[in-house]
């Protein structure tokens, strides 16, 4: 999205910075907090609310290293997935999956099913038992699903590789344990103590855990250099009037949503983020927010922070078919959720009276900023430094 690439660029030049830093100057640790809301009016007809825990760290998120080597090692997977979503793949229904997923055309070009489900299933078997032993789980094979191209990534304008578009999912299933037992189970196994006691959105996430609608999601991307891990809650709630009011807090179920004090050795004004995005039918625009509008520059027609210690929204795209609202906590250690509100509209913004028309972003297989995929906010370069090495 437009206002995350934006984000991106800043991470980029935070991780160039880490020589002799002080308590002040803009970190970028490896761990990461963000919490959002989708509300989708155009696609599914359900408002989603996220709050996911990231990190590129093997210190942070505990996967064995064995694991991890083979999946750096192991050409066109594009992620692993444990969830005990209620639907993991079309046909698969009440039971918990393990998804290793695919991502290669000349595979799916051949179209031919034998081959497909053969050559995909091979690469999943290389990686399930080292999967179920590390998180302690009983998977077994169950089909191989293409995924179709998804309206949801081309309204987003994502490459969709994760949340599905033409990649192969090899699904391997198991008995589908409730939000809490697999939060606490991955969890425990995952995030150091030091790590689960700073609370901030990890608290959220436990306590969304606990809503018996709730889905958890674990993901782990390879990347270029590193390894995403990814651990998710999310919620859903149908949509059955014109949504013009959003409340982030309430629909995450926290009276205030707090950052974790994990970062309380440094300023780390970009590991923390709560964000919202509207998919609507129509034109729509923020008409009142809580909360204060922080202060941004435009370069090349994108909206970037230009002073990280002062909290507030970001708003970019502010009109359109979809809107998207970054909020930042600057030197704040909290919102509340007054300061979180929305008011929706169709009030053209007072700076975009001579353009009713905003464009969409093209989308792009380099710029994959999702957030309804499984996986989250921009993956950040190996560059970020380790707080639980930094606080020992």
Request: contains cysteine.
């Amino acid at each position: 999205m437009k206002n995350l690439l934006a984000l991106s660029i800043i991470f980029s030049l935070l991780m160039t910075s880490f020589v002799a830093v002080y308590a002040q100057q803009p970190q970028l640790a490896s761990y990461r907090e963000t919490a959002h809301i989708l509300v989708d009016e155009k696609v599914q007809n359900k408002t989603t609310a996220f709050v996911t825990l990231a990190s590129t760290s093997p210190v942070e998120m505990r996967v064995p290293a064995d694991l991890s080597l083979k999946l750096q090692n192991t050409a066109n997977v594009s992620s692993v997935v444990i969830t005990n979503a209620q639907n993991c793949v079309l046909g698969i229904q009440d039971q918990g999956c393990v998804l290793v997923n695919i991502v290669s055309p000349a595979l799916i070009e051949s179209y031919n099913i034998t081959t497909i489900q053969t050559n995909a299933r091979q690469v999943g078997d290389t990686l399930i038992d080292s999967i179920n032993k590390a998180f302690a789980l009983n998977a077994q094979f169950n089909n191989v699903y293409v995924n179709p191209k998804g309206d949801l990534s081309g309204a987003l304008g994502t490459s969709g590789i994760v949340s599905g578009n033409r990649t192969i999912s090899v699904v391997y299933t198991m008995s589908r344990p409730d939000s809490s037992y697999i939060f606490d189970g991955l969890t425990a196994i995952l995030i150091p103590k030091q790590i689960r006691d700073d609370g901030g959105f990890f608290n959220a996430a436990q306590k969304m855990a606990q809503d018996s609608n709730s889905t958890v999601t674990f993901a782990i991307t390879p990347g270029q250099g590193a390894l995403l891990y990814q651990l998710q809650v999310s919620k859903q709630i149908p949509i059955t009037s014109q949504v013009t009011i959003v409340k982030p807090l309430d629909l995450l179920g926290v009276d205030k949503l707090e950052k974790s004090s994990y970062f309380d050795v440094g300023f780390f004004p970009l590991n923390s983020i709560l964000d919202v995005t509207v998919l609507s039918n129509d034109n729509v625009a923020v008409e009142s927010h809580g909360g204060n509008l922080a202060p941004f520059t435009v370069k090349d027609g994108q909206k970037l922070p230009s002073d990280l210690t002062k909290s507030g929204w970001i708003m970019d795209p502010e009109y359109g078919p979809r809107i998207s609202a970054i909020y930042l906590f600057g030197k704040d250690t909290a919102i509340t959720s007054d300061q979180a509100a929305l008011t929706l509209g169709n009030t053209i913004p007072t700076d975009n009276q001579n353009n009713t028309v905003v464009p969409q972003p093209s989308p792009s297989g380099q710029n994959n900023y999702s957030m309804y995929a499984l996986i989250g906010i921009v993956a950040a370069g190996g560059a970020a430094i380790y707080l639980f090495l930094k606080r020992r």
